[in-house]
């Protein structure tokens, strides 16, 4: 069974960082591609980020190009989304997903809150 | 950008009465390998979204096959075809074809009258 697991949400204030990490387990991690996707509360679906299964592309949406790094390491079957600078509108449900053409499993969702 | 524009936004449905929700894309989603890599999603209250359609009109292992998807190049539907009450939730559409970056459609709202 597929399963996705985030990790590392947090109330954080502007201008702070977080780390999200995205444990994987039921499938041969290292063959997919990733991607981390965000929903702010009570709107609707955003991408964020993509990575390759060796690590070597990645891709972010322009509202978070700059500020965020999206690496995996396959070894631990986890991906992960470093944000720095973040702001108020980046507060969102954060899901970890796997790509098989276009997403097919979606993590629980972590929740990203960025006040002061 | 690929814009993904669904409508209606909210769809009050009688139970046991049919559903369709429209989605268009702003360029053609066939992919230069022939595929269309257009995905439905349904996202029920307090949950993850779930995948049910991918490439247009294959529905995902245990999805109820009243979910149908159809559609060619920038017009896009998914129909269910007899209304349950666990249907209820927003429904996205979803390009995989022209990245980055992936894009939603606003998501639709399917709620029981």
């Known amino acids: 069974e597929v399963q996705l697991m985030e990790s590392g949400g947090d109330l954080v204030q502007p201008g702070g960082s977080l780390r999200l990490s995205c444990a994987a387990s039921?499938?041969?991690?290292?063959?997919?591609?990733m991607q981390w996707v965000r929903q702010p509360p009570g709107k609707g679906l955003e991408w964020v980020s993509h990575?390759?299964?060796?690590?070597?592309?990645?891709t972010y949406a322009d509202s978070v190009k700059g500020r965020f790094t999206i690496s995996r390491d396959n070894a631990k079957n986890t991906v992960y989304l470093q944000m720095n600078s973040l702001r108020a509108e980046d507060t969102a449900v954060y899901y970890c997903?796997?790509?098989?053409?276009?997403?097919?499993?979606w993590g629980q969702g972590i929740l990203v809150t960025v006040s002061s | 950008d690929v814009v993904m524009t669904q409508s209606p936004l909210s769809l009050p449905v009688t139970l046991g009465q049919p559903a369709s929700i429209s989605c268009r894309s702003s360029q053609s989603l066939v992919h230069s390998n022939g595929n269309t890599y257009l995905n439905w999603y349904q996202q029920r209250p307090g949950q993850s979204p779930r995948r049910l359609i991918y490439k247009v009109s294959n529905r995902e292992s245990g999805v109820p096959d009243r979910f149908s998807g159809s559609g060619s190049g920038t017009d896009f539907t998914l129909k269910i075809s007899r209304v349950e009450a666990e249907d209820v939730g927003v429904y996205y559409c979803?390009?995989?074809?022209?990245?980055?970056?992936?894009?939603f459609g606003q998501g639709t709202k399917v709620e029981i009258k």
């Open positions: 997903a796997r790509d098989n053409s276009g997403i097919d499993y």
């Open positions: 039921g499938f041969t991690f290292g063959i997919y591609w």
């Open positions: 979803m390009q995989g074809t022209h990245w980055p970056p992936w894009t």
């Open positions: 990575i390759n299964g060796v690590g070597t592309e990645t």
